[in-house]
Nanobody
């Protein structure tokens, strides 16, 4: 059974940092791509970043480029999202998702490529 469990969400002030974790199990980690998505109240779920665990390709949504970094630890079957210089508009529930094609590019920031999702972790940026 494919499982993804997010953790690390918290409330921080603008300019602060958080590191989210996505612990996975039930599939061959190195063959998959992992995406991070977020959903703010009243808005659609949007892609933030993705990584291919087979070739370490990464891709970022424009608004987080230079502030967020996605990485993976194959030994721990875990993907991280380091978020720096957080802004109020980054407030959302953050989800990770697994893609069996193992790819990462701009199109993998769309939800239709992913079949398996975590339960989400809340990130609140507020002064």
């Amino acid at each position: 059974e494919v499982q993804l469990v997010e953790s690390g969400g918290d409330e921080v002030q603008p300019g602060g940092s958080l590191r989210l974790s996505c612990a996975t199990s039930g599939f061959t980690f190195e063959e998959y791509g992992i995406g991070w998505f977020r959903q703010a109240p009243g808005k659609e779920r949007e892609g933030v970043a993705c990584i291919s665990n087979s070739d370490d390709t990464t891709y970022y949504e424009d608004s987080v480029m230079g502030r967020f970094t996605i990485s993976s630890d194959n030994a721990k079957n875990t993907v991280y999202l380091q978020m720096n210089s957080l802004k109020v508009e980054d407030t959302a529930v953050y989800y990770c998702a697994a893609d069996g094609a193992g790819s990462c590019s701009g199109r993998y920031l769309y939800t239709e490529w992913y079949d398996n999702w975590g339960q989400g972790t809340q990130v609140t940026v507020s002064s």
